[in-house]
């Protein structure tokens, strides 16, 4: 079964105070791995696809990573406007040509920059 | 440039009740999705519309209907809302083009649903 995993739940940084954020994936042949933040009473807002193992993606303090397993979202120095739910999804190859762009979604990652 | 939008923003029922959200997008996308964001559960695929005149169930279908009205639009119906069915729904929609398959959905900001 397709399934994706985030870590931590939640994280509290402090201004400047760089960490990373995990996504595990488990599927049968993945054709993407997409991030999103999400804030607050708004919906996902699209932040970067990830299509092969070893490519990287970066915008401004955000740089994501990705591995046959897993991704990082690292965040350099990050900022209070940071602050929101990440989320990571993937797409798999599917064998029935409508469901290939559907998306699975992990739980999100709260993550909080206190000044 | 207005995206997905989404109508209502919120809106409460009795159970029993029947309803329809609204989703449009200005993109020219293809494909569009319904998805219902739960505490802990994350986002869950309801139904999806390839492109225009086909429609399909996705992970949670049970107790909604859709309908591809054209390329803009995607409704969503609640024929008797249960308090299950309380959440916040999401319209997503995704890019054509022969490339269209690894283009990102882009998301409205959501209808939240309370059902008493």
């Known amino acids: 079964e397709d399934q994706v995993t985030q870590s931590p739940e939640a994280l509290r940084l402090q201004e400047g105070e760089s960490s990373s954020l995990n996504c595990s994936y488990t599927?049968?042949?993945?054709?993407?791995l997409f991030w999103y933040r999400q804030d607050p009473g708004k919906g996902p807002e699209f932040l970067f696809t990830l299509y092969s193992a070893g490519e990287e993606k970066e915008k401004e303090r955000l740089k994501a990573t990705l591995t046959k397993k897993e991704s990082f979202l690292h965040i350099t120095a990050p900022k209070p406007e940071d602050s929101a739910t990440y989320l990571c999804a993937v797409q798999a190859v599917a064998n029935y040509g409508g469901s290939q762009g559907n998306l699975i979604f992990g739980k999100g990652t709260k993550l909080s920059v206190k000044p | 440039n207005a995206g997905v939008t989404q109508t209502p923003k919120f809106q409460v029922l009795k159970t029993g009740q029947s309803m329809t959200l609204q989703c449009a997008q200005d993109?020219?996308?293809?494909?569009m999705y319904w998805y219902r964001q739960d505490p802990g559960m994350g986002l869950r695929l309801i139904y999806y519309?390839?492109?225009?005149?086909?429609?399909d169930k996705g992970e949670v279908p049970n107790g909604y209907n859709v309908s591809r009205l054209n390329k803009r639009e995607f409704s969503l119906r609640l024929e008797s809302a249960a308090p299950s069915q309380t959440s916040v729904y999401f319209c997503a929609s995704k890019g054509s083009g022969f490339f269209s398959s690894n283009q990102p959905q882009h998301f409205g900001d959501g209808t939240r649903l309370s059902i008493l």
């Open positions: 519309s390839a492109s225009e005149g086909t429609t």
């Open positions: 599927v049968s042949g993945l054709r993407g």
């Open positions: 993109m020219n996308h293809n494909s």
